[in-house]
């Protein structure tokens, strides 16, 4: 009896599982997409986002590693940079301690770009929240403080070692 309890128990956490994952996977890449085709009246592409998201996060990056970040060739790089630089969202500079690095920045269009758009992504879910009790809105904030604390966990136990740097072993 007891396996049977066990064998329904994990069946019902399955069942939970995959009705999660399905509401998760309603926010997908099809609404983004029409979010960003809003942007700088459609000019902005995934590809586009996926650039200055990166630059906003790690900062001034050199081409190779935007190349690498995008899985792109250093050709298809380029004219991507070329045309975000055209709409003024970024620029090149060269590196200081080595003149042949060309490193991409966001220029203030791109900064004011990703602060508009996540302005605009808050005030649309302050009203999609306000439209919720009270009751969904404690259960969604627990949820979703688990969700990051899973996702937390989740990267500290999968983090690759990394190499001192400057030391010999």
């Known amino acids: 009896m007891e396996h049977d309890d066990a064998t329904t128990a994990q069946s019902a956490r399955g069942q939970l599982i995959e009705d999660a994952l399905e509401e998760v996977m309603q926010h997908g890449p099809t609404g983004m997409m ?38 792109v060739s250093g050709a298809s790089t380029t004219g991507i940079v070329d045309r975000m630089e055209e709409l003024g969202y970024v620029a090149r500079q060269r590196d200081s301690d080595d003149r042949r690095v060309v490193r991409v920045v966001l220029t203030d269009a791109g900064h004011e770009l990703i602060a508009d758009m996540a302005t605009e992504r808050r005030e649309r879910l302050t009203l999609l929240l306000a439209a919720m009790s009270d009751a969904d809105l404690l259960a969604l904030t627990r949820g979703l403080r688990a969700l990051r604390r899973a996702r937390e966990d989740y990267a500290a136990e999968h983090a690759e070692p990394r190499p001192h740097e400057g030391t010999s072993p």
Do not use: C, F, Q, Y
């Open 34 to 71: 029409r979010s960003v085709r809003r942007w700088s009246s459609g000019r902005l592409s995934m590809v586009n986002l996926h650039v200055l998201m990166a630059l906003a996060h790690a900062g001034p990056l050199a081409m190779h590693a935007i190349a690498e970040t995008l899985d």
